[in-house]
Structure formats: C-alpha cells, structure tokens
C-alpha cells in the first residue's frame, strides 16, 4: 500500500529575477478575458449593423466605443477613492482611446476595401477586428498602465 500524497510543508518558491520587469507584473490574467470579451463585442456590434454605410458603422462603434469607458472611468476613480486605492496603478484612457480610434480606422478600411470584392465584407472585419483585439489587447496592456506618482497622491494624516 503506498503513502496518500500530502503537500511538502517545505516547498521552496524561487526568488525573483533580475529578468522579471515591473511590466510582466502589470498584466493581471483578467485582461485575457477582457480583450476577447471587448473584441467580441466590438466585432458583434459591427456585424450587427452590416448593411449601413461605412460612416453609420464608424459613428455608432465610436460612440459607444468612446463615450462609455469615461463614464466607466469615472465610477472607477470614485470607487479607488472610497476603498483608499488612489495609488494603484491604472489603465490610461488617452492610449486606450487613441488604441480603439486605430482599430475603428482599420475596420473602416478594410471594409471599404473589401465590399466590392467580398458580399460578406462586414462580417469579415467584425471577425478581424474580433480577433486584433482579442491578440493585440494583452500584448499592448502594460504600455497603458499608468503608475500614479507617490506625490501626487493624498495621503490621509496620521491620527496622534
């Protein structure tokens, strides 16, 4: 009869490297949800309006694809104060914009590029822009990471 496995109380963890850098600790496992959820729904809210013309497909994505995240921002901030969280570090809205603006400007040209060849052309993009999204997303989220200067952040005074 053998031994029931039970777990070594004298498990060694390794120490960290010099190879590991803060922007390897700056993606959180979420953001490989995250991306492919947004790129799902960025894609389905593009195929949804196939048929339009490229102008009505490109003011409705941006509309919401622009105007939602600051208002989700600000719900953000006001729940990292209350919890005392100001020092966290957080995602850039400017690049995070500037990076949907670029993914909205190529859905809109390969659209327009492919319409005359493919009768499906919308379709395709939203799969394509499913897909930039859901690959490039993580890749590109510790270069919009912000870290808030220990400065500028108000502490609360010690109470005598």
């Known amino acids: 009869m053998?031994?029931?496995?039970?777990?070594?109380?004298?498990?060694?963890?390794?120490?960290?490297?010099?190879?590991?850098s803060l922007r390897a600790h700056s993606r959180p496992k979420s953001v490989f949800?995250?991306?492919?959820?947004?790129?799902?729904?960025?894609?389905?809210?593009?195929?949804?309006?196939?048929?339009?013309?490229?102008?009505?497909?490109?003011?409705?994505?941006?509309?919401?694809?622009?105007?939602?995240?600051?208002?989700?921002?600000?719900?953000?901030?006001?729940?990292?104060?209350?919890?005392?969280?100001?020092?966290?570090?957080?995602?850039s809205l400017l690049r995070l914009t500037l990076l949907k603006l670029a993914v909205v400007a190529l859905a809109l040209v390969a659209t327009w590029l492919l319409r005359e060849e493919v009768a499906t052309a919308d379709y395709w993009t939203a799969a394509g822009m499913a897909l930039v999204v859901a690959a490039a997303g993580p890749a590109l989220h510790p270069y919009m990471i912000i870290r808030p200067n220990r400065s500028s952040v108000t502490l609360p005074l010690p109470r005598s």
Not at 2 to 20: H, M
Not at 39 to 57: F, P, T
């Open 33 to 91: 949800v995250h991306y492919p959820a947004l790129g799902l729904l960025m894609g389905g809210l593009w195929a949804y309006n196939h048929g339009a013309s490229l102008w009505e497909h490109t003011e409705r994505l941006l509309l919401i694809a622009l105007f939602v995240p600051p208002l989700l921002e600000r719900l953000r901030i006001s729940r990292r104060r209350r919890l005392g969280r100001e020092s966290e570090p957080r995602v």
């Open 2 to 20: 053998s031994k029931p496995l039970t777990p070594r109380t004298s498990a060694r963890t390794l120490p960290p490297t010099a190879t590991t």
